[in-house]
């Protein structure tokens, strides 16, 4: 597919012209056209303009998946804003941090999960934030406008000339978004995503999915402060003029309702989350029937087990991906006429238009085919950098235009890609190298019961450097058994894989983007150790249980109108 120079304004402009009247979004009974999504987006655009918002602007965007986050989002686009968007289950804290990191001038909030007051958390942290000018409240915005809008209220001549020069001062390479990465630095990493790499990311996608945009329907669970909500949810909407059924958080029981309401024959995913609608105890009383295909993507999943879903859900296009925010996300795919052992086992092809290599780093050449070695990227949807970090730019990228993820990998004698660890996730037990993720991948497959799984490696004895030590969780009222774990990691791996201590989380502990937090398992691992070993409390062979506990988001309702 050819890649187009448009920018979202482009996007959204055709829409509205060709598809006026088709249904963009669906969002807890509110129905927008293409149509009123422009006008609406134009009018907050306008807004924006009128309060000094210009191009390079740095906008601030909090809320769980809303219409109105959506509509903010693209309103700041329009004009060449850079919005950036935040987790929004940041307490102070993590607020204050990145605000001041992002050099947020103005901040637009919504909706919360229900157990945080974001203007009360806002009012607490400006002064950790000297260049915010000033705070909107999103959802009120909207409601303004919309019924502007409703009432047939024209822009005036002035306003709208004013908006037609900030869109064509946006150019497709320009800045189109701000997200945020966890890494080893102390606080999260901005990527900057251009329109020409999110765009043109979403319309290979859709490509590559065979969506045709009057027979799909996408539901869109997951948050937008990802890459892979905003990419493959709003994004691969707009590209494609395609129909999106928005949900505020996910929760396995309403994915179904709505997939059986609104017939969704497309629903973008991570593991956990399918697992979640296959072991609710309502599954099979639900109609899941249109579902048809999708993007999997985030984390391991055993050949077994992924056949096993595939039996139960009977997705018979669930496609396996693999990417990062920093490429927009998505650079390798499964190919569609591929078998569920093949999607089970690799991370796919590339991507149309991107370059993904493997890198022998230690003899500085590409890798032999089935060779471990970085994982690499080169195209149209590499990010621009990290914000204000230099230091780590050069690190990441090579002079030639590659990009290294971090992650390790290799190619197979088909062409297929196979995702093994993340390069800092390494374990070094004896003089052998263990990539987590193989672990992992078995121990998942080693119960029923088993909800999530975390290797790590933990520094106890330098004799063999590295001890492996295994978290897991599991359905609710469930006690693992230890022992167990780690002997059928045994039997299906070498001894030395298997995990020397095996604890059970009611919770694990996430990073500011949502990922698990490695940093603070090794706190917890080292705390365990130091109770149970050293303070004579176990034996170092007895697997332990300890619960970890984390707010659980709740989320409230409205209801609407037809758009």
Request: one cysteine or more; aromatic letters at 10%; proline letters at 3%.
């Amino acid at each position: 597919m050819e890649l187009l120079d448009i920018t979202l304004s482009d996007a959204l402009a055709y829409n509205a012209k060709h598809y006026r009247d088709n249904t963009a979004y669906i969002f807890e009974d509110t129905v927008y056209t293409w149509g009123a999504t422009e006008a609406i987006t134009d009018r907050m655009a306008s807004m924006m303009l009128q309060s000094g918002i210009r191009k390079g602007s740095r906008l601030g965007l909090w809320s769980v998946n809303t219409v109105a986050l959506a509509f903010t989002l693209y309103a700041a686009m329009k004009v060449g804003a850079v919005p950036v968007i935040f987790n929004y289950s940041y307490k102070e804290l993590e607020l204050g941090s990145v605000l001041a990191y992002s050099d947020i001038q103005f901040m637009f909030y919504g909706s919360s999960t229900g157990s945080l007051s974001y203007p009360d958390i806002l009012a607490r942290v400006k002064e950790k934030a000297p260049s915010l000018q000033a705070c909107w409240d999103m959802e009120a915005l909207l409601r303004e406008e919309e019924t502007r809008f409703l009432e047939g209220t024209a822009m005036e001549d002035k306003a709208r000339e004013e908006l037609n020069r900030a869109k064509a001062a946006v150019k497709s390479g320009d800045t189109a978004c701000m997200l945020f990465t966890s890494g080893t630095t102390k606080r999260p990493k901005g990527v900057l995503l251009s329109h020409h790499g999110v765009l043109n990311n979403a319309r290979e996608i859709s490509a590559l999915m065979h969506w045709d945009r009057e027979q799909d329907r996408l539901l869109s669970a997951m948050p937008i402060f990802h890459c892979s909500g905003m990419t493959c949810g709003l994004m691969l909407g707009v590209v494609m003029g395609m129909t999106v059924v928005l949900m505020r958080t996910f929760k396995a029981e309403q994915a179904m309702e709505l997939i059986q309401r609104y017939r969704c024959t497309a629903f973008n995913v991570v593991p956990s989350m399918i697992l979640q609608i296959i072991q609710h105890p309502r599954f099979g009383q639900y109609d899941l029937s249109s579902w048809r295909s999708g993007t999997a993507s985030g984390s391991g999943i055993t050949a077994e087990r992924y056949e096993a879903i595939m039996e139960k859900l009977n997705v018979p296009y669930l496609q396996m991906a693999y990417g990062q925010t920093e490429t927009s996300p998505l650079i390798t795919f499964s190919k569609y006429e591929d078998d569920a052992h093949t999607k089970a086992t690799t991370i796919g092809v590339p991507i149309p238009n991107m370059e993904v290599r493997v890198w022998n780093e230690n003899e500085g050449r590409e890798a032999e085919v089935n060779e471990v070695g970085e994982l690499q990227a080169r195209g149209f949807c590499v990010m621009q950098g990290y914000y204000k970090l230099e230091e780590e730019n050069r690190k990441k990228f090579w002079g030639d235009g590659w990009m290294r993820t971090g992650d390790l990998g290799f190619r197979d004698e088909a062409g297929y890609f196979h995702f093994t660890s993340r390069m800092s996730d390494m374990i070094i037990r004896g003089g052998e190298n263990i990539a987590p993720a193989e672990i992992e991948c078995v121990i998942r497959n080693a119960s029923s019961d088993i909800r999530e799984t975390k290797v790590i490696g933990l520094e106890v004895n330098t004799a063999i450097q590295e001890e492996i030590v295994a978290f897991v969780q599991a359905a609710p009222g469930v006690q693992l058994d230890g022992k167990m774990i780690s002997g059928y990691v045994k039997q299906h791996l070498a001894s030395f894989k298997a995990p020397k201590y095996v604890w059970q989380l009611e919770e694990f502990p996430v990073t500011g983007s949502g990922k698990i937090d490695q940093k603070a398992l090794k706190l917890i691992a080292m705390e365990k150790f130091a109770l149970e070993v050293e303070g004579g409390m176990a034996s170092p062979d007895s697997p332990a249980h300890i619960p970890y506990a984390v707010g659980k988001p709740e989320s409230d309702t409205k209801r609407g109108k037809y758009l």
